[in-house]
């Protein structure tokens, strides 16, 4: 068993153990013999031995025994002794000594395995064929184990018969409750919910192995094949799915989550099969069919109570917190992959690796699976702090700012590695990629901002990266991507119809080494908050420009800028939308700014523009999706908790309408916004522009509607400030202007559709 190792003394007399296996195996007191302990891997203390021709692993039972239900010495050296003689693949159990005198304790000793142990769930280092060989190997040896006749075994009174979910659930609910000091309330509810969803049947009993996992598998040196399953001292008889859950679980434990032995990391890896493939695998090898096998969610749910219980008594972290480092770290772990297991359980159980593949890269299903991860348990929890901050601070100028809370989320994103999401340079994701991530931040209103992925900072961040100078990327867009400073846009004008940009008053006069910009600008979203230092502002050239589209120029100016005065924030159906730094009437006397604040170059506005807004309008658009998703869900649950006229809600023909409606609506604006993705993917932004017209107009729309229905369901609370519904509402509705009214997107897609037609007709002659 190759793996690392200590050259520490083991704290019992070696010359007695020499001796005692110089009677059992011939070991010469005369031949070199060393023992070295090995650091990482089981959980009984595991010990190498080297002599001159042989080399042994040496298994001893810990002085404490902390965890219930851990076999005996003997038995587990039984155990193994007897799946070697029937074939399957363990080292070879040589000898048993129950003499504590020997070195202090019971032990066993097992020839040694030459081969690799992989700790590295991911499999960093080899090709992907050789991790899918890797994981099928695995798989079709624990089918190999479960498909062993107990009975042949003869391994009498170890089979306990059916029942095994039942009393696994007992056992460690009562360990938990007797020996916690403290009490986690995620642990007390996991473990209620455990013991009222046991499966119906739960009659199948095998040998189990019970810590089945990458991680105590020996493959050949050279080829995927398992040639030693190790550590049987938790195995028993019960439900095998127990053993398959336990292996699949990093597909549905967070990439970033590492407690005891549950670990998470396989979303999107390349090479690694989906989970429904593995299982797939499994039942093919046990000739069973591959839908029988229910309630896998409850044994995911079961496997993580069971570490959790065995990690708190392995840690001292349950009985004496105090004297434990760490321990309320410890402690937030175990709550966090409590409420992670109540998650997987409370929803149906889809294959992580299957979920939303339409179009996405590996690599983007493993961000999304983080991310819906992430706004899970860090996001969601922190709403009703956030919604309290900006009721406490209504009349302070501390409003502006960011609640602390959100800056702390902000940095745990970052440490995790969900930063910039929507920048295809940066996080190399496809704009497919990020709009399924994008559709799940829209639930939240600030949760974009958590991953620095807010508007307008995304857009600004996307000209900067595009077409910004050097100085201009490394004084303005480095710290935005940081995080460190915010930005504003400023195209919108009070004076005229800002949806033809022809009509822009802005004027931008050259002067020396200066542009010279006097306007009033509103709608300029974001400017409010504190950490707004800088601008980008649409002009119009104070020269005559033949060109309808050549008038334009993209200017950036620092907000304490002399002159940038912030007049007054605008509301958005009465609210100041602080939480996104609000929307200003700014206005710009005289400000002088460098010639070298130009980005790309006098007249190249138009341009810019068109570029910037495609990303940005397919980021509003899969935002809406979400949202809508979020409303449906609330009007869902009100259909069926709520009864009028003697039945419930949803069984009054039109609210079963209005449901059906809303999924139809949903289903057809993603698919949509899914195609304009790729198409700017694969085809560019001037190639996509129908495609982002028709989803602009689409998704706002959608929204819109669905979020109206979900309010005249809700009835009067629909409209007050207990639901979120009323907000929603309003950022669907202002979709409708925001960016280009749908008027506007509509008269674009009607002229390129004529096109294209065109295009054809005359392809056809």
């Known amino acids: 068993m190759e793996d690392k190792t200590v050259s520490i003394q083991p704290h019992f007399n070696v010359g007695n153990l020499q001796r005692y296996l110089s009677m059992k195996l011939g070991v010469s007191n005369d031949d070199t013999f060393t023992v070295r302990q090995y650091s990482v891997g089981q959980s009984n203390p595991t010990f190498f031995i080297q002599t001159t021709s042989n080399s042994y692993v040496l298994k001893m039972r810990p002085r404490d025994e902390l965890i219930p239900g851990v076999q005996k010495m003997e038995t587990e050296y039984l155990i193994q002794k007897t799946l070697f003689s029937a074939g399957f693949p363990v080292p070879k159990a040589i000898c048993y000594c129950s003499d504590v005198e020997v070195i202090g ?298 609640p602390q809370i959100m800056e702390d989320l902000k940095e745990k994103a970052k440490e995790v590695g969900l930063w910039n999401l929507f920048l295809p340079a940066v996080n190399g994701l496809t704009q497919v990629d990020y709009a399924y991530i994008a559709e799940e931040t829209g639930r939240c209103f600030f949760a974009p901002e958590v991953f620095n992925c807010q508007a307008p900072d995304t857009a600004n961040m996307e000209v900067l990266h595009m077409f910004g100078s050097e100085e201009q990327k490394k004084k303005w867009l480095e710290p935005l991507l940081r995080g460190e400073i915010r930005s504003c846009f400023c195209m919108t004008e009070p004076g005229v119809p800002s949806s033809d940009e022809a009509n822009m008053e802005c004027i931008l006069h050259r002067d020396e080494e200066d542009y010279v910009i006097n306007s009033t600008k509103w709608w300029c979203s974001g400017a409010g908050n504190p950490k707004c230092k800088v601008a980008v502002v649409m002009c119009r050239s104070s020269r005559d420009v033949s060109s309808r589209h050549g008038q334009h120029s993209m200017i950036l100016v620092p907000m304490e800028t002399p002159g940038v005065k912030l007049i007054r924030p605008l509301t958005v159906f009465g609210q100041d939308d602080a939480i996104h730094g609000g929307h200003f009437e700014v206005h710009f006397e005289n400000v002088r700014v460098p010639a070298s604040n130009i980005i790309l170059g006098e007249g190249r506005g138009f341009e810019i523009a068109q570029r910037r807004l495609g990303p940005g309008r397919l980021h509003h658009s899969m935002r809406a999706v979400g949202l809508a998703e979020h409303a449906l869900e609330l009007l869902c649950q009100r259909a069926a908790s709520r009864q009028t006229f003697g039945k419930k809600l949803h069984q009054h023909e039109v609210v079963a309408h209005w449901i059906a409606e809303s999924r139809l609506m949903i289903e057809q604006t993603r698919l949509l916004t899914l195609y304009a993705a790729h198409s700017l993917d694969t085809l560019g932004s001037r190639a996509a522009r129908k495609q982002v017209a028709m989803i602009k107009v689409a998704a706002a729309r959608m929204s819109c509607k669905v979020v109206d229905i979900a309010i005249q369901l809700h009835g009067a609370a629909g409209v007050s400030q207990d639901f979120p519904l009323a907000q929603m509402y309003s950022y669907a509705r202002t979709l409708r202007i925001a960016d280009g009214p749908d008027e506007v997107h509509l008269s674009s897609i009607a002229s390129l559709e004529l096109k294209d037609q065109l295009r054809k007709s005359q392809a056809k002659l």
């Open 105 to 402: 304790t019971e032990f066993y000793v097992m020839d040694h395995v030459k081969g690799r142990i992989f700790r590295d769930l991911q499999l960093r280092g080899l090709s992907p064929a050789e991790r899918t060989a890797l994981h099928v190997a695995m798989v079709e040896a624990l089918a190999k184990l479960h498909s062993l006749n107990l009975a042949s075994l003869k391994l009498e009174g170890f089979e306990k018969g059916p029942g095994y979910c039942r009393r696994q659930v007992s056992l460690w609910t009562k360990t938990y409750k007797t020996s916690a000091h403290r009490e986690i309330p995620a642990v007390i509810e996991l473990s209620d919910w455990l013991m009222n969803n046991l499966p119906e049947k739960d009659d199948e009993v095998t040998l189990i192995h019970e810590d089945y996992r990458l991680q105590n598998i020996v493959f050949h040196p050279t080829e995927a094949r398992v040639i030693a399953v190790l550590d049987w001292e938790s195995s028993t008889t019960g439900n095998p799915l127990i053993d398959l859950a336990f292996l699949l679980a990093p597909f549905y434990w967070p990439k970033s989550f590492n407690i005891g032995m549950i670990l998470g990391g396989l979303q999107g890896v390349e090479g690694v099969p989906a989970a429904s493939d593995l299982i797939s695998v499994y039942c093919r090898c046990r000739g069973i069919p591959s839908d029988s096998l229910p309630q896998l969610n409850f044994f995911l749910a079961l496997s993580a109570f069971k570490v959790l219980v065995a990690q708190g008594l392995m840690t001292h972290v349950l009985q004496e917190p105090t004297n434990v480092p760490n321990a309320d770290q410890l402690l937030q772990n175990m709550e966090l992959l409590a409420k992670i297991a109540l998650q997987r359980v409370k929803r149906p159980l889809t294959d992580p690796r299957r979920d939303a593949q339409l179009l996405q890269t590996g690599r983007g299903h493993g961000v999304l699976q983080q991310v819906k991860d992430f706004i899970w348990l860090y996001v969601l929890p922190a709403e009703q702090e956030v919604v309290e901050y900006y009721q406490k601070h209504v009349h302070s100028p501390q409003r502006w700012n960011t």
